[in-house]
């Protein structure tokens, strides 16, 4: 019985070796939830376990989805999910830290106004925060996260001001804690009125690299820690076909180098390894569907989805950063009409293997989720320390009416006897105020603005101070 589970142990250590040597799907399971359900995102937590975002059509009215978790451990059984209460979709999940994730995208009143938002649940899916931008003019998304070493988390969307004729036509981006103050809020204008951002990833002069469109290019703007822009629009793409460049992510990979992809109407995918100065050096433009990448292994490689033309086949490649073909794996769909997988992302994990996410429509879409070998091990952060550290402080009354104090230590509040605080509202339109120093706190008189909600920021002694305050 010894040799037996010896012998076993040896033909099972052969049989992990050779799958590791190519791509194998291992394991694949769909999840149906309500009339038509696709998962949208994925993040890998630190116990090796998924949280994947869906959008559930049970309730769906008017083409409105709500928003779902689902979170499932490296063999994909269900250990929990979590439906949110409200329609909208989840573009992306991020790690704020080992208990708490946070999903952005929008939420929506039956589809007819998009309303960027970002909220923060624990593991247990209670509810810690929301960044709401429900009073911005016409629609606007969050589109993409990233968080750095210091803990703040770099925002990414766009506002569309025509909600007649679809016009995406500002790009914004947010500073905000981990505890959801905002520290800066900013709009950029990349030069046509057909512009948005669907990436941001810090780089590794510790700056941050937004992707997007603009008119039929993808395009990448570098900002600073502060939000400024401090090089031109890089070009990234330029395709061959003259259509409208939907979902662009440009994504910064080690030794200056970034991952390209994106797709066009007409259901032409577009795919670049590129330099720092957006020169490619592999490039794919072509017919079929591609998944749109949001993290890389730890070697640079990167592994992604293609349909083929007519969603015969799809097929999984691991691609080296010098754009050569590690494996290449055909994954054949059911022959039956109207039975196709679509998947929308790949997770590496830290056994090396990965987890795939989308859609399997069989009659009834359903969630999809597939385990495959040979993806890689997850990457380390770009990111480098910042110099600038923020901290959330209380503030009371809080609604309040006018007057507000800020709960600062009181070491701290003894060193000046006014500041200066910046008042950001949910337009993105920054308020000069000053607070004065008063029995140990900062006093500061809000009863000159508007009601609603705005975003405090101050410095004192070299350090950073952050509040939200709702203004009645």
């Known amino acids: 019985m010894k040799k037996l589970s010896e012998s076993s142990l040896f033909i099972f250590v052969l049989l992990y070796l050779s ?5 194998q799907v291992l394991l694949e399971k769909s999840y149906s939830f309500g009339t038509s359900a696709y998962a949208r995102s994925g993040v890998l937590l630190f116990d090796s376990t998924y949280m994947i975002s869906y959008s559930d059509g049970r309730y769906s009215r008017f083409q409105s989805s709500a928003k779902g ?5 490296k ?23 080992s208990n708490r994730i946070l999903g952005l995208g929008y939420t929506t009143n039956q589809n007819i106004n998009f309303k960027a938002r970002a909220d923060c649940y624990d593991l247990n899916y209670t509810y810690q925060w929301s960044l709401n931008l429900d009073t911005m003019r016409g ?6 996260a990233c968080i750095d070493t210091n803990g703040f988390v770099y925002l990414a969307g766009y506002q569309d001001l025509d909600t007649v004729r679809g016009f995406n036509s500002r790009v914004f981006c947010i500073r905000i804690t981990s505890f959801g103050a905002v520290d800066w809020f900013k709009f950029y204008d990349w030069g046509s009125p057909l512009q948005a951002s669907n990436s941001i990833a810090q780089m590794e002069n510790g700056n941050f690299m937004v992707g997007g469109t603009t008119g039929a290019l993808i395009v990448g703007m570098e900002i600073d820690e502060n939000g400024n822009r401090v090089a ?12 409208y460049t939907t979902n662009a992510l440009v994504q910064p990979l080690p030794n200056n180098k970034f991952l390209v992809s994106g797709a066009q109407q007409g259901g032409y995918a577009c795919l670049a390894l590129t330099d720092n100065l957006g020169v490619p050096f592999y490039r794919f433009n072509g017919k079929g569907g591609i998944c749109f990448p949001t993290v890389h292994a730890a070697d640079g490689s990167f592994t992604v989805f293609r349909e083929d033309s007519g969603a015969t086949n799809s097929r999984i490649e691991r691609i080296r950063n010098d754009g050569t073909l590690m494996w290449s794996l055909s994954h054949p769909n059911p022959p039956s009409r109207g ?7 790949v997770l590496p994990s830290y056994d090396g293997n990965g987890l795939g996410y989308g859609l399997f429509d069989r009659g009834q879409t359903t969630v999809l989720l597939t385990k495959i070998a040979n993806v890689g091990y997850p990457a380390p952060p770009l990111s480098t320390p910042l110099s600038v550290q923020v901290q ?8 309040t009416t006018g007057a507000v104090v800020l709960g600062i230590p009181s070491l701290v509040a003894g060193q000046a006897s006014s500041v200066a605080v910046d008042a950001l509202d949910m337009l993105g339109v920054r308020h000069q105020l000053k607070a004065s120093n008063d029995l140990g706190g900062y006093r500061l008189d809000l009863s000159g603005l508007p009601a609603g909600l705005y975003h405090l920021s101050l410095v004192v002694g070299g350090q950073r101070y952050v509040a939200r305050v709702v203004r009645e």
Do not use: C, W
């Open 75 to 97: 063999n994909l059984d269900t250990l929990s999910s979590f439906l949110m209460p409200e329609f909208g979709s989840i573009y992306q999940l991020i790690k704020i830290d």
């Open 232 to 243: 031109p629009l890089r070009t990234f793409f330029t395709p061959n076909q003259m259509f």
């Open 339 to 345: 039975h196709y997988r679509y998947y929308l992302g």
């Open 392 to 399: 959330s402080v209380s503030a009371y009354p809080n609604p």
């Open 139 to 144: 629609n606007n998304v969050i589109t993409s």
């Open 69 to 73: 978790f689902l979170h499932v451990n």
């Open 19 to 23: 799958l590791g040597t190519k791509g």
